[in-house]
């Protein structure tokens, strides 16, 4: 039954996307709005089919329907019940269903919004857009990726879920948040896409999709945050980034998302970057595709990666097409995407935003050219080629570095130009803050090394232009003042500083240390040790059973708090997977994990790692998230611009308020 109603769900979405498609196209080219309204219907029909589907297989795994081939590759009689649940999306076919839920989760939310105008060609070029990404998804489940195939010899029992995807309850929520986000893209890009098939190339339409934009990005930012949570407490290295290419293959869209999201004000105050921000939207749902890629094709080995598969050759070339239609259609377009205006001066808001998309597009490159020229060598020379850890720290500090400044710099910059008495006593506050945080570190904090100690200076200083700017507007509006895209945005940029710092901190002054524990002190197996001030004493062994694993492990004892790493073993895995146990501070994160079991002369051998300020990362996460869902709301003194019914004048500009005061503060640099 569950294999019916799945294969079921998957069709109707499948007869949706294409019927939508279909009535569309012959709506749009008869200009017929009665077809194009259609939209509505065909939208909740492709939700209800995903919805089913989804429904279907949750059911299967719950209740261990083991004729279906995914649930018997990767269910469990054993897997307790939220990795049960989330098993859906561990394996390549659940994860395509999941997104084909989500995307039809979308479509229908911008059905809704745009309910009362479904007829204007632009909303019906952007449906029609959804429609043929949600068209490709539906089609890989009936093809390769099928979740519904089953078994003629059904067993009773499967191996569960890969061992390190039930051990830590981030994993329910972490790919999830990843998938909103990549999904979230398809919103702006098919508006985009709307607009230049249409002609309509004003700047009102941008004012709806940026809003769509910071959603996708905040879904985004908190799966990214998530994922480096539960690599720091789950794979017992002590790190939480390792330039893993499917990590980096969710940080690339975030970085040309975050370039569109800070552009796209100066095309909406100057109708200016059309191009550019046009090619990000693009080259940002692009790099979504290409992650997927990355992540189901089986080209990469890693953790995060699933196993060899068939539709990789598919993802590849529903990205080539993506890349061939974008290029062409903004090509075609390319006369009417010329804007008149141009950059007064360097110093200014819009310099700073070139400048700040300069990097952003640098950052991408970087990595982009780190993750895939692996595969590109072995393509041509079949031989792999290791590109490491030291390229991505080499090349991209620099970059991490121009990003901070430009922070610090960009918030007191006016419009048009920026008078030398204005920069000076703007920046008079923000440098002396810069310094306190410097001296503070090198004085208190014994903190050395020139790249951590600028990395700091330049917080420090980002840190009080944001502070400036939001003292400025609560003293203007009161807490109100904080609401709206700059003042969210200046937000957002205290979550990255955050980050930043942390992130300097946790590389630069890490503390790694293997020792040897005995219950009873013997020459070099002492019972307490001490690393980076913190006392680390060995109290027992421990183990425990159950159907699910099987787990030995030891307590210590540190600064007086029990903590208890484990090595656990999980009925379809022939080798112990550690899982640290971590202390946690506003200082610094102590780490233990088992690098061996304790043997039967009361010996244990651990790995202890130390680094200060980590837990600054999750607490940046959390502002930068706080700050985005600030920043996509209008402020008291903004009011937003319908992107479809209103006018755009002649001259290209959008329409909306008048000429900000100088001192209105802009978002720049990290963050919306």
Request: aromatic share 10%; glycine share 10%; net charge positive.
């Amino acid at each position: 039954m569950n294999a019916a109603f799945g294969t079921g769900g998957v069709i109707l979405g499948l007869v949706g996307s294409l019927g939508a498609i279909i009535t569309l196209a012959i709506g749009i080219r008869g200009n017929r709005a009665h077809l194009m309204r259609m939209s509505k219907t065909y939208a909740l029909m492709v939700f209800a089919g995903g919805l089913v589907a989804f429904a279907a297989m949750e059911r299967a795994l719950i209740t261990r329907d083991f004729s279906l081939k995914f649930v018997a590759n990767n269910g469990s009689a054993a897997t307790p019940a939220l990795y049960n649940f989330a098993t859906l999306w561990s394996a390549l076919e659940g994860s395509i269903l999941l997104w084909s839920l989500i995307l039809a989760g979308y479509i229908v939310a911008v059905m809704w919004k745009f309910r009362a105008r479904l007829a204007d060609p632009l909303v019906a070029w952007a449906m029609l857009t959804m429609f043929v990404v949600s068209l490709f998804f539906f089609t890989l489940m009936m093809g390769p990726a099928n979740p519904f195939r089953t078994l003629a010899d059904v067993p009773t029992d499967g191996p569960g879920p890969n061992p390190l995807l039930q051990n830590h309850p981030l994993m329910a929520f972490h790919p999830p948040m990843l998938y909103l986000g990549y999904v979230g893209f398809t919103v702006p890009f098919a508006f985009a896409i709307a607009a230049l098939v249409t002609g309509r190339l004003g700047e009102g339409w941008l004012v709806e999709t940026r809003r769509w934009t910071i959603f996708a990005w905040t879904f985004l930012t908190i799966g990214i945050v998530l994922g480096a949570w539960w690599s720091h407490e789950v794979l017992g290295w002590g790190g939480y980034w390792a330039w893993d290419p499917v990590e980096n293959a969710s940080f690339l869209p975030w970085l040309t998302a975050t370039a569109f999201i800070h552009s796209v004000m100066v095309q909406e105050r100057r109708g200016m970057l059309r191009v550019w921000n046009l090619s990000l939207l693009c080259a940002t749902f692009s790099l979504t595709i290409l992650g997927t890629f990355l992540t189901r094709s089986g080209v990469v080995d890693s953790v995060h990666a699933f196993s060899n598969s068939t539709i990789g050759p598919l993802l590849l070339g529903f990205f080539g097409l993506i890349v061939a239609v974008t290029v062409g259609l903004v090509a075609w377009r390319g006369d009417r995407l010329r804007s008149p205006a141009r950059i007064d001066s360097p110093a200014s808001r819009e310099g700073a935003f070139l400048l700040n998309n300069i990097v952003f597009a640098a950052f991408a490159f970087v990595v982009l050219l780190g993750t895939v020229f692996p595969l590109i060598s072995e393509a041509l020379t079949d031989d792999r080629v290791t590109v490491g850890v030291p390229y991505f720290e080499r090349m991209t500090m620099p970059i991490g570095l121009m990003l901070l400044f430009l922070m610090a710099m960009a918030p007191v910059l006016p419009w048009r130009k920026a008078s030398t008495e204005t920069l000076r006593t703007r920046l008079l506050w923000p440098g002396w803050i810069g310094t306190g945080v410097l001296l503070f570190a090198v004085l208190v904090a014994g903190a050395r090394g020139f790249a951590p100690l600028l990395a700091f200076f330049l917080a420090g200083f980002a840190g009080g232009a944001a502070l400036r700017q939001l003292v400025l507007a609560t003293r203007r509006q009161g807490w109100r003042g904080l609401v709206g895209r700059t003042n969210g945005g200046m937000i957002v940029h205290l979550g990255v500083l955050m980050i930043g710092v942390a992130f300097a901190a946790s590389n630069s002054y890490s503390i790694e240390r293997d020792a040897r524990f005995c219950l009873e002190a013997t020459t070099g197996c002492p019972t307490t040790i001490t690393v980076s001030g913190h006392t680390i004493s060995y109290v027992k062994a421990t183990a425990s059973s159950s159907p699910a694993r099987q787990q030995v492990g030891a307590q210590f004892r540190i600064d007086g708090k029990i903590y208890e790493p484990v090595l656990q073993k999980f009925p379809n895995g022939s080798q112990q997977i550690g899982k640290p146990s971590v202390k946690n501070t506003l200082t610094d994160s102590v780490l233990l994990s088992l690098t061996d079991p304790p043997t039967s002369t009361g010996s244990v051998a651990l790995k202890i790692v130390v680094q200060p300020l980590i837990v600054w990362l999750w607490i940046g996460g959390t502002v930068m998230a706080i700050g985005s869902i600030m920043a996509a709301f209008p402020g008291s003194r903004r009011r937003p611009v319908d992107p479809v019914s209103a006018p755009v004048p002649a001259s290209g500009r959008p329409p909306g308020p008048p000429a900000d005061p100088v001192d209105e503060p802009v978002s720049v640099g990290v963050g919306p």
